[in-house]
Each structure stands twice: as C-alpha cells, then as structure tokens.
C-alpha cells in the first residue's frame, strides 16, 4: 500500500490564486521530506527539504515566499504555492525518507497543477 | 555537485525482448536507488544498490552496481507492455538522508 500519500492529484486554479499540496507520511514518522518539481519529459528537480519543527532549506533559485513550506508533524508536510502564475504550472512530487542508513524515498503520487 | 547520466535517454523494444538501462555518476556512489515512474504519477522503488559488486533482482528486472566505475546498470528480461514506464536512478549527495539526486530518465516503450 501507498507509504505516502499527496493530496490533492490535480488542481486548476485562476492565476493569482493560493495553492496548498499536503504530503502525509503514512506509515513511518518522517522528521525530513522533500519537496521536487518536474517538468514535461524531465526528471524530478529538488525543491527544498522540509524539516519538522524548523524552516524548510531551499534550493538554489528557488523562491522561499513563492513556495512556502510547513511541516508541522511527524507525518505532514504542506507546500502552498502562493499567488501562482502559468508559469508555475507544473508537476509537485513530495517524498519522505526513513531515519538511519541508507533508505530509500517513497514518494506520494504528485499533483499536477495548472494555473490558467 | 553530483550528476547522474542515464543512457539511452529513451528505448523502444519489442515484447519479449531484452535491454539494459545504464545510470553513471560523476562521483562517489553511496547508495544508488532504480525507480520507475508512469508519465504524470508518482515514483515506484524498485531497488535499493548499496555496495560494489551488488546485484538484485525483482521478478524480471535485475539492477547491478559497479561501484569502481560509478556506474548501475538495470537489465530487464523477456521485456512486457507492463514494463513500459520512465526509469530513473536517484543517488545519495553526499551523505545518506538527504535528498537522491536523480538522472534524467530513460523512456522504455514496449511494443507488442
């Protein structure tokens, strides 16, 4: 079954508009999640790194108050994309890691967003 | 920084047949990670390379790490429709638990 799950899958929204993604950890607590961006026919670039109970560690290039992120449990992490544009359109995927040695991500579905 | 390259870019194969899927890193590989994703979803883990020499096999797809050449090959066997999907490798930086950095993908399309 999903080990984590991102919600919603898909949104349309008018330009100007407020976007939240929630990432929930489903079957471990996640202290560190991620946050990837991917475009049509490229790989997953690397957004930031939400960290629980502290602020998130961006990107190079990416904008902090473009892409806010909290993590305020073990098991959820919120990216909201603020007042988005078309040029935000695009394809989220977060993912959570566990703990200790090396551990695979498991990533949540994404959510494809398009702003008109 | 780290990079992975993946070759070929995209692979179209005819059912039943074999390929194989190379992932090479400009660094030190700490742990190397094959993923397969369908167009518009998420990433499925498919294996987990941690050491030279490894090697791993999930049903009909088999991973290796050549760990001096900084290179995993995937190789899969008897190639079905199923199979069809992106593939991509993810390394660790620098150190385990932070973010993989991921190749770029590799297109397999099977055709029946």
């Known amino acids: 079954g999903a080990v984590v799950s991102q919600h919603p899958s898909w949104v349309i929204c008018k330009s100007g508009t407020s976007v939240k993604i929630e990432c929930r950890s489903l079957?471990?607590?996640?202290?560190?999640m991620f946050w990837y961006r991917q475009f049509p026919k490229q790989s997953l670039m690397l957004m930031a790194t939400?960290?629980?109970?502290?602020?998130?560690?961006?990107e190079q290039g990416v904008e902090k108050d473009k892409f806010l992120i909290n993590h305020a449990s073990l098991t959820l992490s919120t990216l909201t994309v603020t007042s988005a544009h078309p040029e935000d359109s695009s394809f989220y995927i977060c993912?959570?890691?566990?703990?200790?040695?090396?551990?695979?991500?498991?990533f949540g579905d994404g959510t494809r967003l398009s702003i008109l | 920084s780290q990079e992975l390259e993946q070759s070929p870019q995209s692979l179209i194969v005819q059912e039943g047949k074999n390929l194989t899927i190379n992932c090479t890193s400009s660094?030190?590989?700490?742990?190397l990670y094959w993923y397969k994703q369908k167009y518009g979803e998420g990433l499925i883990f498919l294996m987990m390379?941690?050491?030279?020499?490894e090697e791993k096999s999930h049903e009909k797809i088999t991973a290796k790490l050549d760990e001096k050449k900084q290179q995993s090959s995937l190789h899969i066997t008897a190639s079905q429709p199923s199979h069809a999907g992106i593939y991509l490798c993810?390394?660790?930086?620098?150190?385990?638990?932070?973010?993989?950095?991921f190749g770029k993908g590799t297109t397999l399309s099977v055709s029946s």
């Open positions: 993912s959570a890691r566990k703990t200790g040695g090396n551990q695979p991500q498991h």
């Open positions: 079957d471990f607590q996640a202290t560190t």
């Open positions: 939400s960290n629980e109970g502290s602020k998130a560690t961006y």
């Open positions: 660094k030190t590989l700490y742990g």
């Open positions: 390379l941690q050491k030279g020499g």
């Open positions: 993810g390394a660790d930086n620098y150190q385990a638990g932070t973010a993989l950095i």
